[in-house]
């Protein structure tokens, strides 16, 4: 215990473990909260806003992880030792739930500590509503709502940043383009409900199927694209075998009989977006033109 009194006092009347700095904060509390509140609105970004709120809380609370669970997902500091028992609060502001805000502790909190943690958060669920609200119109403006895949417009952002980097440094990336086939009949058949799980089926397939530094776009309707980092033709042969495998591996693509074709290509430090883009939508053409089901380099 010798290691864990250099971090704490034990405050003998409450029983409670507490940094050594917690004296001091009691002290100047007012103060504390009001400066917490000036940094927190500094950024809208939530993985910031959390650093921010952990060096202030560390003050009052020896934590070894702190992690925010919204309907965005999970986010939390640096370097978070989530393997302490958990502590959960819920965030609300007039009624809106927010998420819970979790604190990862090696020894129980008290009554008092919960106080503290309660005025904390009540500096922390303006700027935190903000910063959840902005990510949500990123998320919308950059996502393809119905498969969480990124949408046209960050596919054009991406590329032309690719193209730029590719004149600048000489490095070379591939496009590959992809649509479903008999996709339109699923839709007439079986409905729009039917037709939204292919999509999202062929959006997990397309997920397995690349490595980390690929990236996966959804156009609308049926049309989706990849962005390659790797200058080989043998590399996008790989995907795209990956891809077709998983498709006829999947129960709901061979129930209703959908497939994919692909058209790829390599770029150049000669080329624009428009270049690279007919090269690779002429790929996709001469796949549909040999039967479909099948992937075509031009």
Do not use: W
Not at 161 to 169: A, D, V
Not at 227 to 242: C, G, H, S
């Amino acid at each position: 215990m010798e290691n864990v009194h250099i971090l704490t006092q034990r405050i003998s009347a409450r029983g409670e473990f507490l940094p050594f700095s917690a004296e001091h904060y009691r002290n100047n509390e007012p103060t504390a909260i009001h400066r917490l509140l000036e940094k927190l609105q500094t950024t809208l970004n939530l993985e910031e806003l959390l650093a921010i709120y952990a060096a202030h809380a560390k003050q009052i609370i020896n934590f070894s992880g702190l992690q925010f669970q919204s309907s965005l997902g999970v986010a939390q500091i640096t370097d978070s030792d989530n393997s302490k028992p958990p502590y959960s609060f819920d965030l609300e502001i007039n009624n809106e739930h927010l998420g819970q805000l979790i604190y990862f502790c090696q020894y129980p909190l008290t009554g008092n500590i919960e106080q503290k943690l309660i005025g904390l958060h009540n500096a922390l669920v303006y700027p935190l509503r903000n910063a959840l609200m902005y990510s949500r119109v990123l998320k919308l403006a950059t996502k393809d709502t119905l498969t969480g895949l990124n949408n046209r417009s960050q596919f054009n952002d991406i590329l032309a940043q690719k193209l730029e980097r590719c004149r600048r440094q000489n490095r070379q990336f591939s496009l590959m383009l992809l649509d479903l086939d008999n996709f339109k009949q699923v839709n007439d058949n079986y409905g729009h409900k039917i037709g939204d799980d292919v999509l999202q089926e062929f959006a997990n397939v397309l997920c397995s199927s690349i490595r980390g530094t690929d990236s996966v776009f959804r156009f609308g309707g049926d049309e989706f694209a990849v962005l390659i980092d790797d200058p080989e033709f043998t590399t996008n042969k790989v995907i795209a075998q990956r891809v077709m495998r998983l498709v006829a591996e999947s129960n709901l693509m061979k129930q209703y009989q959908v497939t994919t074709s692909i058209g790829y290509t390599l770029a150049s430090s000669q080329d624009c977006e428009n270049n690279i883009f007919a090269r690779a939508d002429k790929g996709l053409y001469k796949a549909k033109a040999a039967g479909r089901n099948c992937a075509r380099a031009y």
